[in-house]
């Protein structure tokens, strides 16, 4: 089955910085990239995903590129605000499944 | 967008009562949902996959007799905590696919369980 690893599990900016968390999966077959944010106490919100065909989906302050060749993607926060904060995680699912497969969470924090 | 409603979003049971959670798409038919478990810190493990009209299919070591899951509709799906004991305690999260194989999933947002 798949296997999705994330990392840093902790990060801590200072307001203004930018933010990257990387995601590695080992299903070549996988094709869909969501990541989400959880604050504490709630469910998961999706932020940006991006499918295989394309290596590389912006919104805004949020963006995540996706090597397929190397079966990473990441996701890269710029100009990162205190409300940024919280557990980002990442996930891989493969077409015709019905699963996601999550990461392990990177507790992101940024310092005013 | 849409939108899963999940509750209750806190519940306090007594060891050895049962607990209803339950999970509806608001603007969406789903064909399937999904409950998960998140202890603290941790990342969400998924519970179970629930398909409207069938039986749910449990991930290994998931005591479906304790996990009953009900998806009698294309915009409901309840989990009861059978039995429930402390170690049952846990944030519990249900997620909601619209079309099988394309369209996203959406998350609820999450129910606290403690059993005292």
């Known amino acids: 089955g798949e296997n999705v690893e994330q990392h840093p599990s902790t990060l801590s900016v200072q307001e203004g910085d930018s933010a990257v968390i990387k995601c590695t999966y080992s299903?070549?077959?996988?094709?869909?990239f969501p990541w989400y944010k959880q604050e504490l106490g709630k469910g998961p919100q999706l932020i940006i995903d991006?499918?295989?065909?394309?290596g590389e989906k912006k919104d805004q302050r949020i963006a995540v590129t996706l090597n397929k060749t190397a079966k990473h993607f990441s996701l890269h926060i710029t100009e990162t605000q205190p409300e940024d904060s919280a557990v980002y995680f990442c996930?891989?699912?493969?077409?015709?499944?019905?699963?996601?497969?999550f990461g392990t969470g990177t507790r992101l924090t940024v310092i005013p | 967008g849409a939108v899963v409603s999940q509750h209750p979003s806190r519940v306090i049971c007594k060891s050895g009562t049962s607990v209803k959670i339950e999970c509806r798409s608001l603007d969406f038919q789903a064909t399937t949902m999904f409950w998960y478990r998140q202890f603290p810190k941790q990342s969400l493990m998924l519970m179970a996959t629930s398909n409207e009209g069938s039986k749910a299919t449990y991930e290994q070591g998931v005591e479906k007799d304790k996990f009953l899951i009900n998806h009698a509709s294309l915009t409901l799906s309840t989990l009861t905590v059978t039995s429930a004991h402390p170690e049952d305690s846990s944030f519990y999260i249900c997620?909601?696919?619209?079309?099988?194989?394309?369209?996203?999933?959406?998350f609820g947002s999450g129910t606290r369980l403690t059993v005292v």
């Open positions: 299903d070549s077959a996988s094709n869909y």
């Open positions: 997620s909601a696919r619209a079309l099988q194989g394309a369209g996203g999933y959406t």
């Open positions: 991006i499918r295989s065909n394309v």
């Open positions: 996930a891989a699912s493969r077409a015709g499944a019905n699963n996601l497969f």
